[in-house]
């Protein structure tokens, strides 16, 4: 018997690919049954017109997945990302991962509400948890990843700790039919319901950076007396930072963002961004794995009775900030 050494996290998986006497010489030697190392798989997914902030949220996932293959040597883990963004892509790559027999797969959804089927057929030949996107719908075990109306409430939070005289606000995001932009907006509508700050209202740019900063621009005009900004998308905090620094109203006009862009983070350290919530990818990788190597050894005490694994988002301020920033350049593989 051929094995390798190590915790019981292995299976046993018939030969393939072995054909006339030298199948049969290995089938008398060792049997029709090998026992081999879990096969587990992380998909990322991307956006074409976001890949600046794509590329630093999945290499910080890809260094989770890292952890936790130095923490299993007996499992192979594999990350690979859809490059053209696009849920055709992913769905050529979840056949080709169950063409090959694959044990596990943590999966990020492009289009959830439409992928049910792929991840139920996956869902029926491997584990499959989905991580970032979910498609509670599905027959994946377990979420992965950031409650966005929990994030959109801790965004509403901090508005009233920037505004505690109120206010007029205005929201920027990219497409509001997103799922996690309407869950945000929603958690952030909740948390200031009631309070003495007021929305006016949410502005959209079609992902489209320029858009997104003229977004914020004629908002500066069409309403000089606003008191805060919050931009619910990775590239809307920098848009707005830029539109108020050339309208001269740094520390008049109060901005909250989303995600560790560089300018985003560079704003925050500065005074000009009161705050930014942060989203933790590393996390997402490192739990994913681990969860599906843990399942598929017959674990399955650490799926929430939800099937929600969530994983807080973090609010940086001004007196964090420099700490994050050591912290996230690792991360990302910088100095």
Same mark, same amino acid.
Request: glycine share 8%.
């Given at each position: ?6 915790? $019981?996290? =292995? ?7 072995? &054909? ?7 089938? *008398? ?10 096969? =587990? ?32 040597? #007996?499992? !192979?883990?594999?990350?690979?990302? #859809? ?7 992913? *769905? $050529? ?37 989905? *991580? ?6 599905? +027959? ?9 109306? %929990? %994030? ?78 919050? &931009? ?6 920098? %848009?707005?930072?830029?539109?108020? $620094? ?5 520390? +008049? ?12 983070? %560079? ?17 997402? &990788? ?5 969860? =599906?190597? !843990? ?34 350049? !690792? ?5």
């Amino acid at each position: 018997m051929i094995c390798w050494p190590g915790p $019981r996290l =292995l299976r046993f998986r018939p030969l393939a690919g072995l &054909g006339g006497t030298a199948m049969e010489l290995f089938t *008398q030697l060792f049997g029709n049954n090998v026992e081999m190392p879990l096969d =587990l798989f992380y998909l990322a997914r991307s956006h074409a017109m976001t890949l600046p902030r794509d590329s630093d949220f999945w290499t910080i996932a890809r260094k989770g997945t890292e952890k936790a293959q130095a923490e299993l040597p #007996n499992v !192979k883990i594999e990350f690979r990302i #859809n490059d053209d963004g696009s849920a055709a892509g992913q *769905q $050529r790559m979840v056949d080709d991962l169950l063409a090959k027999g694959v044990d596990g797969i943590a999966i990020s959804p492009v289009d959830p509400k439409n992928q049910v089927q792929m991840i139920n057929r996956a869902a029926s030949q491997a584990v499959v948890v989905t *991580q970032d996107s979910d498609a509670p719908s599905s +027959k994946r075990t377990c979420y992965i990843g950031t409650d966005n109306e %929990a %994030a959109g409430v801790q965004a509403g939070k901090l508005v009233k700790d920037a505004l505690p005289q109120g206010g007029q606000i205005m929201v920027f995001v990219g497409m509001l039919d997103a799922q996690n932009a309407q869950e945000r907006y929603r958690g952030l509508k909740k948390e200031l319901e009631g309070s003495n700050i007021k929305i006016i209202d949410i502005r959209t740019d079609e992902t489209i950076r320029v858009r997104a900063k003229d977004n914020a621009a004629t908002t500066l005009v069409n309403y000089p007396e606003i008191a805060g900004m919050v &931009g619910l998308w990775s590239y809307n905090g920098p %848009a707005i930072l830029s539109a108020v $620094r050339e309208a001269g109203k740094i520390g +008049k006009v109060k901005i909250v963002a989303f995600d560790e862009e560089d300018e985003t983070l %560079a704003g925050v350290k500065e005074g000009a961004i009161y705050a930014t919530v942060v989203q933790q990818p590393f996390e997402f &990788g490192y739990r994913s794995m681990i969860m =599906l190597a !843990k399942v598929i050894g017959g674990d399955k005490s650490g799926i929430p009775p939800s099937k929600l694994d969530i994983v807080p988002t973090l609010a940086i301020k001004k007196d964090d900030v420099e700490a994050f920033i050591v912290k996230i350049n !690792k991360l990302r593989g910088r100095s």
